[in-house]
């Protein structure tokens, strides 16, 4: 059970909030390679081996000087292609003086890291994720530290019946499960639709959509390997369309993660939830960052509980699949293909 999964390396992560690098160096941890990113010249993102060429120091412990990091344990300085372009007291760097970079790019008020073959990392694959960054909608983000395994969250994600039982206070609703699931995979992708007729509506929708009555309510996930969520979800009133496309009495949101392994058994989570209604009210701007926090949070909770059991399992403990688990396996079986074919 506690066999760590290998990871897909040729794909980009998402390793930062753009606005965390306005402060100085970060370093991450990621795919258990430890990377300091900072902003070099004119500010473009950079990132590199979190570890001085001289004697291992943490870069990230450093300062950034004129585009540039600065190890704080001998000074010894590196641009943003890893050369060591200063050594104190000697005119030139050492041969090998040096450190690993990785290819970086700043988009959707992201970082993203290409982890694997730098000749492969086009921009052009960053997953779509416009809302965050959209004058259209309005959103709200955040990042979790998960003492979990990356893989977790693509069954936790892929399958929303939990939002009954984890969710309870404000996604959830009783009879989620009873509703079934459509399941289509293609494009690189697992797609996952579900619709819940004339029920009511969770506490969250209730709050920010006025509803008084049942609802239909829609939950569509895009699921693109290695981990990244694009979950559209919404309600509007019973029989006004929303199936055939007429969302006009109605709300829509996007629920956005993504998800970077730190380790195999630790993971970093991103999110954002976006709305286009409304979106010029600073209040509900506020409650829905609280609400969505506080329900996201709620999985890591989960998620960390699954992983502390998965590590002192007894060796003979089987798994057993249910129906909601239809999204999760062809997502299982998706990413397990891609990383097979990266070999």
Request: aromatic content about 10%; proline content about 7%.
């Amino acid at each position: 059970m506690s066999t760590p999964q290998p990871y897909l390396r040729n794909r980009w992560y998402v390793a930062a909030w753009a606005h965390e690098l306005d402060s100085g160096p970060l370093g991450r941890t990621v795919m258990d390679e430890p990377v300091v990113f900072f902003r070099g010249a004119g500010g473009a993102v950079a990132a590199l081996e979190d570890s001085c060429a001289h004697r291992y120091m943490a870069l990230s412990l450093g300062r950034v000087i004129d585009g540039c990091i600065e190890c704080p344990y001998h000074g010894l300085v590196y641009d943003a292609t890893g050369a060591c372009v200063r050594v104190p007291g000697q005119a030139k760097a050492p041969p090998g003086a040096a450190v690993k970079s990785y290819p970086v790019a700043e988009k959707w008020r992201w970082v993203w890291i290409w982890m694997g073959d730098p000749a492969r990392a086009d921009e052009a694959l960053i997953p779509d994720f416009h809302w965050n960054d959209d004058p259209a909608w309005a959103a709200v983000g955040g990042y979790f530290h998960v003492k979990g395994g990356w893989r977790l969250f693509v069954d936790n994600l892929l399958d929303l019946s939990h939002v009954a039982y984890v969710h309870a206070s404000t996604l959830g609703t009783d009879r989620v499960a009873d509703f079934p699931v459509k399941v289509r995979r293609g494009d690189g992708a697992v797609h996952v639709e579900r619709w819940i007729f004339d029920e009511p509506p969770p506490p969250l929708f209730t709050a920010v959509g006025g509803f008084t009555g049942p609802v239909d309510r829609w939950q569509m996930i895009a699921y693109t390997p290695p981990a990244h969520f694009a979950i559209d979800v919404g309600c509007a009133e019973p029989g006004t369309g929303a199936v055939e496309g007429d969302r006009s009495r109605g709300i829509t949101m996007f629920s956005n993660h993504s998800i970077t392994p730190e380790t195999a058994r630790s993971s970093h989570y991103f999110w954002h939830h976006a709305r286009n209604f409304r979106i010029d009210e600073p209040a509900l701007t506020k409650t829905l960052a609280r609400a969505t926090e506080t329900a996201f949070g709620e999985d890591v909770v989960i998620i960390e509980a699954q992983q502390d059991r998965m590590d002192r399992a007894r060796p003979d403990k089987p798994i057993i699949d249910i129906a909601a688990d239809a999204g999760v396996l062809q997502g299982r079986r998706l990413l397990d293909s891609m990383i097979a074919a990266e070999g």
